[in-house]
C-alpha cells in the first residue's frame, strides 16, 4: 500500500510540474502556513506482523585434504570410473541417537542405487524397513535388523540374497552427519508435493514434537531436510520412501548447481568424517564426476510397496510386510535392463572402417548391437588410413554422439559435426588406434 501510493503521488507532482513548467507566465502561488498539529489526535497505523527470520545455516571449514585423496591441480578433471559393470551401493540411514552405538543401530532408510557407466543411467530401489526377509546366519527377521547385528556387510548381503541386484559398495549416515551434509551445500531446494504433517515427529530426547512443511519449492536446511525425509506420520511408509528417492534428486542437482564437482577433494575429509563406505577416494571422485554426466530423465525410480509386499501381522502382533520376492526381482531385474539400453538406442548408427585391420568394423557393430545400439550398415571408409576413431554428428543428435563416445571410450575430439551421404543417424569411422572396450 505505501509503495503504490507513492508511486501514485509521484505521478501526480510530476504531471502538475510539467503543466507549471508548460505556462508562460510564472505562477504564484500562496501556501497557507499550518498551525501546530497535535500528533496525539492523529489515527493510529494498523501494526504490521514481523516478518519470519531465516535460519542463519552454520559456517562449515574444510577440513585438510586426506592424503588418501589424489592431488589435483587447478582445472584438472576428477579421475574416471574404471569398469563397465554395473555399480551397486546400498545406502544406508541409520536410526542413531548422540548416546548410541552406531555398529548396533537398526536402519531407518535402506535404498539401493545402480550406477550404469556404459550407459550413463541410474536406478534407485527403496526397500521398506518393515519388510520381512531371511537374514543369512540370522533367520527371518525384519530387513532393518541385518545392519543391527551384522553391519554393512550383512545388509549388503542380504539385499543381494533375498532380491538378486548386485550391491558392491555401501554408504552409511546417521542424523547428524546427514545434516551436516545439507547445510555444507547452504540447503536444498525441495518441491514438496503435498504437506508434511506429523504430530508424533520423535525428538532427540525421545520425546514427540509437531512439525509442519509446507507445500512448494522449500530451501531446507539440514534439521528441516531430516524431517522431510525421515517423517513417517504425515502418510505411510511408502509415501516417506518416495520423499527419500526426490530428495536424493534434488541433493544432486543442487551440487550441480553450486558447481561443486571441482571442490569435491576439498570436501572429500568432510565426507569421510559424515559417512562411513567402503568406497575409497579416488572411487568417491569418480563416482561423482560418473553421477554428473547422467541426465535426470535417466534416473529410473522403485518403491518396493504395496504392489510388491502385503502386511503381515507377527509375532507380538508387530506389523510387517511379507515380500512378493519373484515379484520384487523381476520388478528390479526390468527396471536394470532399461537402464542398460544407451542414451542413443533410439539412434541409428553406421560403421565404417579406416583402418586396413580386416573384421575391425564387424566386431565394432556386434558389440554395440551388444549394448543395445541399432547398426544398421557396416563398411569399409573412405579410405584405410585414420589415424583416430571420429564420430561425425548431424545437427540434433549431439546427446547421442557424446553416448556414443562414452560407451566406446572414445575421447571428446572424437565428436565432428557434419553432414553425410548415410540416412543413418551417426557415423562412426574406426582409426588405427580404436580398441573395444574391455
Known sequence: MFVL????????????LRTLMARPDPVIVDVPVAGPVNLSKLPQLPQFPQLPQFPQLPAISLPSLPSSVPQLGPGTLLPEWQGTKPIGILLLGVDKRDDEKVEYSRTDTMLLVVINPQSKA??????????????????????????????????????????????????????????????????????????????EYPTENYGLMRIYIAPGPQLMDGKTALQYVRSRHSENDFGR????????????????????????????????????????????????????????????????????ADPY??????????????AIRAAIRELLAASDKPDAASATIEVLNGTETAGLAQAAADYLAGKGYHVVRVANADRMDYADSAIIIPSGNARAGQTLASTLKLPASALQEGQTDSPADLRLVLGRSFKLPQ
Do not use: C
Request: aromatic share 6%; hydrophobic share 45%; net charge neutral.
Open 5 to 16: 501510493g507513492g508511486l501514485f503521488f509521484g505521478l501526480v507532482f510530476l504531471e502538475n
Open 241 to 308: 520412501m518416495r520423499r527419500q528417492q526426490r530428495f536424493l534428486v534434488a541433493l544432486r542437482e543442487r551440487a550441480l548447481q553450486l558447481n561443486v564437482l571441482p571442490k569435491l577433494p576439498q570436501l572429500i575429509g568432510l565426507a569421510q568424517q559424515t559417512a562411513a563406505t567402503d568406497l575409497g577416494a579416488t572411487d568417491i571422485l569418480a563416482l561423482a564426476r560418473l553421477g554428473s554426466e547422467i541426465e535426470k530423465d535417466r534416473i529410473g525410480t522403485l518403491v518396493i510397496d504395496g504392489r510388491y
Open 122 to 199: 541410474a536406478v534407485m530401489v527403496s526397500l521398506p524397513r518393515d519388510l520381512w526377509v531371511s537374514i543369512p546366519g540370522y533367520g527371518e527377521q525384519r530387513i532393518n535388523v541385518a545392519h543391527a547385528v551384522g553391519g554393512p556387510a550383512l545388509a549388503k548381503k542380504t539385499v543381494e540374497q533375498n532380491f538378486g541386484a548386485p550391491v558392491d559398495f555401501y554408504a552409511r549416515v546417521d542424523f547428524r552427519g546427514f545434516e551436516q551434509m545439507v547445510d555444507t551445500l547452504g540447503g536444498v531446494v525441495v518441491d514438496v508435493e503435498k504437506p508434511v504433517k506429523d504430530d
Open 313 to 326: 501381522v507377527g509375532a507380538e502382533g508387530a506389523s510387517l510386510l511379507m515380500p512378493r520376492t519373484q
